[in-house]
């Protein structure tokens, strides 16, 4: 098959610039198969993150041809033909080398969302019961893979750079999953409010759009935790009738 | 001279999939000072890529199970190679590490009545695998990394471990290096647990990461530690075969367990058609049986499908090899076909095994809800590795632990389906246990920088080579097709012996190997750093190989193709000899107690 041109953003700390390739396409073949073609013939040291070449481990994450993807599941043949490909690391993290980003704040801010916190058990031998349907919201939300496309794309951290005060779509998804947990007794609201600005995600959904496991961050994550928030802190009469039914 | 950066801890856990996870949680928890070095980042290990389940006997669906039918199923899995007290205690512990999971967080699918629900899998005699849809491994390493970020464990992400520090015998640290910055960093602690996962990079097709050079073997090797069983690899029977870029992606065996079938080019379902003895009473023997097995009938029998992974492979192999393959070099492996016996099946696909759905709509194109995927064997896990104490998962090197898959001994010479994932926590958890018991029983470890210093110095040798030396990505690739085509899923004395002569062409190529452009994040770099660990390993699977001259478990040769009762009795132990070479030692197998030999005859029938 047809030799293709690789655009590849090369460099580091944020200096750089694209470097051309070419390589041979293939039947099937994947964006990350390129790269590890230039890889192993014309570019030994060229740096890209990647584990499990299957979409499950979320280390490949780039933006090809300006679009947030996984390189190992973005297919050739769904690029236009005869093009050239561009490939870019994340632009909302500090860069390290080619392809590699620094995601080490993702790491920091998890730390500071307050852990899972279950009720007592609800059997003898230490166990609980949930039924499925209360459960399946959780499941959804459990299926990141912490790619962290929906916080490249996010314009209030790549954007506005607000890392210090927002903790982004893929953490609003983390603390939506530890509220919603039909056994977690902790309560996340205030800090959500104050110390992680919910307040700043103005609904635009390009998280939703870039996420490969198809979560919908913005529906079922973001808005419910939202109204919720809202709930809490602004609307008096909600929480009198909650108080009233004793509720949580 | 190189520089490197101290740092001291009382355990260091090499590797963060489930089983390092569980060891420094386990550790910490005694409240030592624990590290934890990932090679990749955290979260990112090849337990997230596990799909099908975790074993345990608790009896949620089918209320006639019992850790004592789980230990039977695992050893006559195993054939009776395995360390049978790790199998006891695997099958006794791993209902509370699972239920532990749930107290941490996690949230597995459920039962009509709210517990854990449970999955048939291949080899299990009753549905036992917890899983939440086909993604079990990635629920259980997020559990186990949310928890652990709140344990005050020290994490290490992207650093390489290059080799073990020694004071006599005993470990005492790791020389390795981080891969953003190329800095070298020594690891000086009381313990060293290794939980590094397996070795499937050194075959050409398979289900593994890149991740997967066998760098734990390697390095219990060099420091002296025994390994046993390393003729015993797994390929596991149903693997991606089309397109070419996606070879060896694992299929799981979740399919099957869910009622999918598999086909030959003429449309028959040929796993009928060789039952082996010992599993003919639990076997269904048509069609109608096996589907209703599937569905959660009691009274029936299993299909034949879901026979062992090694005997399934080899039927598989049979077919192709027969002219009876699809069209890719597969097989057909079918679970559209349910829609004959199931209203909404296309959803209840999607619903049970989402991951496979998308896997195969976006990677091959082919909607599995409506149309049979193309499979073939692909190597997935090694049951061989380094010889621990089963109670203590501690190696025959004092100081070093080991757990996970590069530890041997639970799956004997062919691991079940589910019992990797319980395999990380019981033993994952004990070997954290007893190495921080160690570190606090022992003086403090005493470090030598000359062995550091030494390490760092060859570590860095590729840089150095003058002329315009062989990139190593060349000799991985030559290494990884060579161990497939002459030490694979069919094997005979020949074409090892060959293998051999190769191994030693190649490692004299590896010592050769160059690499360009500086020490941060060098994929060449770390290319030419795994070359050593996958060459190693390779000789010693080859060794052990050629040693085992009969057929049993994941190991299969053409020219002795039938078990035989002589080997039986042992083990096979390859360890580094006193002149450097790789020396081979046949391991009585201890015994068995009269009670589990009890337990074995009563669940035979
Ligand atoms: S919906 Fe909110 S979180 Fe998502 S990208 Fe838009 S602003 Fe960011
Ligand atoms: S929510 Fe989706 S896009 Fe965001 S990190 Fe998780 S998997 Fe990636
Ligand atoms: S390499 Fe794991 S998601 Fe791409």
């Known amino acids: ?248 | 001279m190189a520089d490197f950066e101290r740092v001291e801890h009382d355990v260091l856990v090499i590797g963060a999939g489930g089983a390092g996870l569980r060891a420094a949680i386990a550790a910490a928890a005694t409240g030592v000072r624990v590290g934890l070095v990932c090679k990749s980042l955290l979260g990112k290990a090849h337990t997230v890529m596990a799909e099908g389940g975790a074993a345990a006997a608790m009896g949620n669906v089918d209320d006639r199970d019992s850790w004592r039918v789980h230990f039977a199923d695992t050893m006559r899995g195993g054939q009776y190679m395995n360390n049978w007290r790790m199998a006891e205690l695997h099958a006794q512990e791993a209902p509370d590490r699972i239920r532990e999971l749930e107290a941490w967080g996690a949230v597995f699918d459920r039962t009509p009545d709210g517990r854990i629900l449970q999955r048939n899998f291949g080899g299990h005699r009753y549905p036992r695998l917890a899983h939440v849809g086909d993604r079990t491994g990635l629920e259980m390493i997020r559990t186990l990394q949310d928890h652990a970020i709140h344990q005050g464990i020290d994490v290490h992400m992207e650093v390489t471990v290059i080799q073990l520090l020694q004071d006599g015998e005993r470990v005492v640290g790791a020389m390795a290096y981080d891969r953003e910055r190329g800095r070298f960093r020594l690891f000086s602690s009381g313990a060293v647990v290794l939980a590094t996962g397996g070795i499937g990079r050194a075959f050409d097709i398979t289900s593994n990461s890149w991740e997967y050079t066998g760098d734990g073997h390697s390095l219990a090797y060099h420091a002296g530690a025994d390994l046993i069983d390393m003729e015993f690899v797994q390929f596991h029977p149903t693997g991606m075969v089309w397109p070419p870029s996606v070879r060896g992606i694992l299929v799981t065996e979740g399919v099957r367990g869910e009622g999918g079938v598999l086909r030959n080019s003429e449309g028959k379902r040929f796993m009928f058609d060789d039952i082996p003895e010992n599993y003919r009473s639990q076997t269904a023997d048509n069609e109608e049986e096996g589907w209703r097995y599937t569905q959660g009938d009691k009274s029936a029998r299993r299909p034949p499908e879901l026979l062992t992974r090694d005997h399934v492979a080899r039927c598989i192999q049979r077919e192709v090899r027969e002219g009876r393959g699809s069209p890719h070099g597969g097989v057909y492996l079918d679970i559209a076909w349910i829609k004959e016996r199931l209203p909404k099946a296309a959803e209840h696909i999607k619903k049970k095994l989402p991951s496979m759905y998308h896997q195969f709509m976006q990677l091959a194109n082919i909607d599995i809800t409506t149309t049979p995927m193309e499979v073939g064997p692909t190597t997935h896990y090694i049951m061989g590795g380094i010889r621990v104490d089963g109670d203590s998962q501690m190696t025959s090197v004092p100081g070093l632990f080991a757990a996970g898959e590069c530890a041997a001994g639970l799956h004997g010479a062919n691991r079940l389906g589910g019992n990797s994932l319980s395999d990380l926590l019981v033993f994952g958890k004990r070997a954290g246990e007893y190495a921080a018991q160690f570190a606090r029983e022992q003086p403090a470890p005493r470090v030598e920088a000359g062995a550091a210093e030494a390490a760092a110095a060859s570590a860095l040798a590729p840089f150095e080579r003058d002329g315009s030396p062989e990139a190593p990505y060349a000799i991985q690739h030559e290494l990884q097709r060579m161990m497939q085509d002459l030490v694979g899923i069919v094997r005979q004395e020949g074409e090892m012996q060959q293998a051999l002569d190769r191994l030693a062409a190649l490692s004299e190529r590896a010592q050769h190997a160059g690499v360009h452009g500086n020490r941060e994040y060098n994929p060449g770099w770390h290319t030419a750093l795994d070359l050593r660990h996958l060459l190693t390993v390779s000789e010693a699977i080859t060794l052990a190989a050629l040693e085992r001259k009969e057929s049993r478990g994941g190991h299969f040769r053409d020219d002795y193709p039938d078990k035989d009762a002589a080997y039986a009795t042992f083990n096979i132990v390859v360890r580094r000899g006193a002149d450097g070479t790789m020396q081979l030692e046949r391991r009585p197998i201890p015994p068995m107690p009269d009670d589990l030999q009890a337990i074995i005859e009563e669940q035979k029938s």
């Open chain 1, 1 to 248: 098959m047809a030799s293709t041109t690789f655009k590849i953003w090369r460099g580091e700390r944020g200096q750089g610039a694209f470097t051309d390739y070419a390589t041979e396409v293939t039947e099937g073949m994947v964006v990350l198969d390129a790269v590890h073609q230039i890889q192993a013939s014309e570019a030994g040291d060229l740096a890209v993150r990647w584990n499990c070449k299957a979409g499950k481990c979320g280390s490949c994450s780039a933006e090809i041809n300006g679009r947030p993807k996984l390189m190992c599941m973005t297919r050739m043949d769904e690029l236009p033909a005869g093009e050239a490909v561009t490939i870019e690391p994340m632009r909302a993290f500090p860069h390290v080398r080619d392809l590699v980003t620094d995601v080490s704040w993702n790491y920091e801010v998890k730390k500071k969302i307050k852990k899972f916190t279950p009720r007592p058990p609800d059997a003898p031998d230490g166990t609980w019961r949930m039924a499925q349907a209360d459960v399946d919201r959780v499941q959804e939300f459990r299926k990141c893979i912490e790619c962290y496309l929906c916080q490249d794309v996010c314009h209030v951290l790549r954007d506005h750079h607000k890392h210090d005060e927002f903790i982004g779509p893929r953490f609003l998804v983390y603390a939506a999953a530890l509220e919603m947990h039909p056994l977690d007794t902790e309560d996340r609201l205030r800090d959500l409010k104050d110390n992680h600005s919910i307040g700043y995600c103005n609904i635009t959904k390009c998280c939703t759009s870039a996420c490969p496991e198809h979560i919908t961050i913005t529906d079922n994550a973001i808005i419910p935790l939202k109204e919720r928030v809202v709930d809490e802190f602004y609307d008096p009469v909600v929480k009198l009738v909650r108080l009233l039914r004793g509720k949580k």
